[in-house]
Structure formats: C-alpha cells, structure tokens
C-alpha cells in the first residue's frame, strides 16, 4: 500500500529548516529499519510535512501515523531542543493529520514529485507575488 501523509507542526509553527529537516530525514532512515514503513519520499515545508509512505496492507494507517509521529517526535526534541521554543512546549506535531492512498500506476509519480518539491513552488509564488506589487506603494 502506497500512502500521502501530510503531518504539520503545532501551531503551524516554522519548525522545519534545513538542518531539522535534515535530521527528520536521518530518523526516517532509522524508523525503516525496525518497522515495516518505507518512506519513497519526504518532502517539508517550513511548518508541514509531507511523507510518501508504502507498507504492508496489515498495517492500518493510523498505525502508520501513530508510529512517524510519535518517533520523530522524541527523536527530534532529542536532538534539536531548540525546537521547544518555538513550538511553546514538547509536542512538535498537531494532533491532526492528512492520509490518502496513491494509485501505483496513476499517481505515484504526480505525488512523488508533489512531495519532492514542497515548499519549492510556494517560495517562488509568493516571491513572484511581491514584485507584482513592488511599484504600487
């Protein structure tokens, strides 16, 4: 089973810079190792996730989530305790989260490339946007 997982942080706080992402990215690695979840890709934005996930059709995707979440969780704060300031406490993710199943053979490379480039296409949107209005003011 292919899975979309879109998890964001707490207060849609800006937690996920270059090194944090780096490291979620590293803990992902590692949860693969002992559980049956492979992650196809890993795309974030500054305060969201989005997670390419495939595993066993006998895992149910709460299961799934339970798992990334409450991991990257404990492993993050572990390594970045920076993040408690700016999430205002020990909790990185929201309670709420988005999961849908991705057709293999329709939609995997449409997702995959969704996922890999996060944050990308609204950085460059919102810097077009701004030179839109450079010369009203």
């Not at 937690?15 to 049956?36: N, P």
């Not at 890993?42 to 996730?49: C, Y």
């Not at 057709?103 to 990308?120: M, P, R, S």
Request: glycine share 6%; with cysteine; hydrophobic share 35%.
């Amino acid at each position: 089973m292919l899975y979309h997982l879109v998890c964001p942080a707490k207060f849609r706080r800006k937690v996920f810079t270059g090194e944090i992402e780096k490291s979620l990215r590293d803990i992902c690695l590692e949860i693969e190792k002992q559980y049956e979840i492979h992650f196809v890709e890993i795309g974030a934005d500054e305060n969201h996730v989005h997670f390419l996930l495939q595993s066993v059709p006998m895992m149910l995707p709460a299961r799934m989530v339970t798992t990334v979440k409450s991991i990257t969780d404990r492993l993050l704060f572990k390594r970045h305790p920076e993040i408690q300031k700016i999430v205002w406490g020990r909790c990185l993710w929201s309670s709420g989260y988005y999961i849908n199943t991705v057709g293999q053979h329709a939609n995997e490379q449409i997702i995959t490339n969704y996922v890999k480039n996060q944050g990308k296409t609204y950085k460059q949107f919102y810097r077009d946007q701004l030179t839109l209005f450079e010369g009203l003011t």
